[in-house]
């Protein structure tokens, strides 16, 4: 089992910065792989960025790439996603999730995410 809990969404202009984080706790973090995914109002849940257990394989979607970065610390159970330069298009709700499937290389599809979340919203205002 792998408990999730994401902290740091908010409002912000476009243009500026935010950090997400997700704190995971249950099975041993560094034995999985993490991913961000995000909810749009009236749209699907989308992928948005993965990272392996170690940090040195990392995936994203073409519409954050050069944006956004995903990061995680293995000592203090915690996934981020830094997301720079936003735009209104970003607002969604942010759900992080565990692929505990997969270690080496992150999954990008939602169905390979075991664990998720229970979201935070962000909002770009124009």
């Known amino acids: 089992q792998v408990q999730l809990v994401e902290s740091g969404g908010g409002l912000v202009q476009a243009g500026g910065s935010l950090r997400v984080s997700c704190a995971a706790s249950?099975?041993?973090?560094?034995?999985?792989?993490m991913g961000w995914f995000r909810r749009a109002p009236g749209k699907e849940r989308d992928f948005v960025a993965g990272i392996n257990w170690s940090g040195t394989r990392r995936d994203y979607a073409d519409s954050v790439k050069g944006r956004f970065t995903i990061s995680r610390d293995n000592a203090k159970n915690t996934v981020y996603v830094q997301m720079d330069s936003l735009k209104p298009e970003d607002t969604a709700v942010y759900y992080c999730?565990?692929?505990?499937?997969?270690?080496?290389?992150?999954?990008?599809?939602?169905?390979?995410?075991?664990?998720w979340g229970q979201g935070t919203q962000v909002t770009v205002s124009s």
């Open positions: 999730a565990a692929d505990v499937r997969h270690t080496v290389v992150p999954g990008t599809a939602a169905s390979d995410y075991d664990y």
């Open positions: 249950g099975r041993t973090f560094s034995s999985y792989a």
